[in-house]
């Protein structure tokens, strides 16, 4: 419903009952999921106004359910392989579809700017990778890695340099060892 009627944080979202109506559950059962919501910090209820929908974006949901889903050390594995994986797959995305005028810009914003994160990096060769869904887990999974890394590794300017020239080389075996380099993990 949220996306559907493009709501955005502020906005008023139906009664219980239109809620009840809409979904075909009783009302105690929307109540309960309101609740929870309102837990979470994804809605919040003003007497007399209403229930509306709040900014989520910096919430500690991933940190709670963190603590539900990564409970073992497997799980903990899977989040940063995963991330991973994703990461060097849109890389191979971004080798297709990288053009000069990227490059460059790269390259200015790596040179120029004082210091930068590994995500804000990676953010951008995931928007080259032109891959919504890539996108969307990938920001989920990185909600979830900053849960569990309490100091994230700082990597080297020149390791990025290194990676985007094997990209403008279009060089996908480059940039695979690229990649892991920066990560500093074994092939």
Not at 27 to 54: M, N, P, Q, W, Y
Not at 151 to 180: C, S
């Amino acid at each position: 419903m949220i996306s559907n009627n493009g709501l955005k944080p502020g906005d008023k979202i139906p009664s219980e009952r239109d809620l009840s109506e809409r979904l075909d559950v009783g009302r105690s059962s929307v109540r309960e999921a309101l609740r929870a919501l309102e837990l979470l910090g994804l809605i919040e209820t003003k007497k007399g106004e209403g229930t509306f929908l709040r900014d989520f974006r910096g919430n500690q949901l991933v940190q709670i359910l963190s603590t539900f889903i990564l409970q073992d050390e497997k799980a903990k594995r899977d989040v940063f392989e995963t991330k991973y994986i994703i990461e060097i797959d849109c890389l191979r995305l971004a080798l297709k579809r990288i053009d000069r005028k990227n490059i460059v810009k790269l390259r200015n914003w790596i040179t120029k700017i004082e210091s930068f994160e590994d995500d804000e990096f990676f953010y951008q060769i995931i928007l080259l990778a032109d891959n919504h869904l890539f996108l969307r887990i990938w920001l989920i999974l990185k909600d979830y890695y900053y849960s569990l890394v309490q100091t994230p590794p700082k990597y080297k300017r020149e390791d990025y340099l290194f990676l985007l020239e094997a990209l403008e080389e279009k060089n996908e075996e480059l940039t695979v060892a690229a990649y892991w380099k920066l990560r500093n993990l074994s092939v």
